[in-house]
């Protein structure tokens, strides 16, 4: 079945850092892509999406693109603040699926 | 406008009692609804999904079961309570605009 792996966490930036965090999926056809955000304390929000190849999501100086011949869609950021400590979630969604399939999530920890 | 109510936020049951946790959504017809469970240091699992009233599809077995007796109203239930049940509980649905979290109930077993 569809899947998504993550890299596992916790990461610790330090504020202007740069930040990678890598998503590999599994899927048969052409799954929708997203990066989901977790703030402490509060519910899931919709970070950015990438729904066919070569796609590439952005929100919030962050983006990912959407690799095919890969099975990627890391998340990048070019400086890090510390209101962007959160946890972090790839998911999919398949072509012919009413799921949605998330990674296990990434920590980030961006210090001052 | 699209929105999603999901209750209560926090709940403290024993092990043996019975759970009921209810998601309402307003401002959609039809959606897709979903039950998901975050437990302690671990992601997002899928626990049940509903592609119309009546119709309910599980994905992991488990001690807990859900119900949709309304179009936009998605039940997650328990008869007995475990430990292992306790972790943070997200409804969500989706139509044509993505999927929508509601705000998620804690549910810790003692």
């Known amino acids: 079945g569809d899947s998504v792996t993550q890299m596992e966490g916790p990461v610790t930036l330090s504020e202007e850092a740069f930040l990678t965090i890598n998503c590999t999926y599994t899927a048969t056809g052409y799954p929708s892509l997203f990066w989901y955000v977790q703030y402490p304390g509060e519910g899931l929000q919709l970070l950015l999406k990438a729904t066919k190849a070569d796609d590439k999501g952005s929100n919030k100086g962050f983006e990912a693109t959407y690799r095919k011949e890969t099975t990627s869609f890391h998340l990048e950021k070019g400086s890090v603040q510390v209101s962007d400590s959160a946890v972090y979630f790839c998911a999919l969604e398949g072509d012919s699926s009413y799921k949605l399939i998330f990674g296990s999530g990434t920590r980030l920890l961006v210090r001052p | ?110």
């Open chain 2, 1 to 110: 406008s699209q929105t999603i109510h999901q209750w209560p936020a926090t709940l403290v049951q024993p092990v043996g009692s019975p759970l009921s946790l209810e998601c309402t959504v307003e401002g959609t017809s039809n959606p897709n609804l979903y039950w998901y469970r975050q437990a302690a240091g671990r992601g997002l699992q899928l626990l049940f999904y509903s592609v119309g009233i009546g119709q309910i599809s599980s994905e992991v077995p488990q001690n807990l079961s859900a119900s949709r007796p309304q179009d936009r109203q998605f039940i997650l239930s328990s008869k007995k309570l475990l430990l292992s049940d306790s972790g943070f509980y997200l409804c969500a649905w989706t139509a044509n605009y993505g999927y929508t979290f509601g705000s998620g109930t804690r549910l810790t077993v003692v």
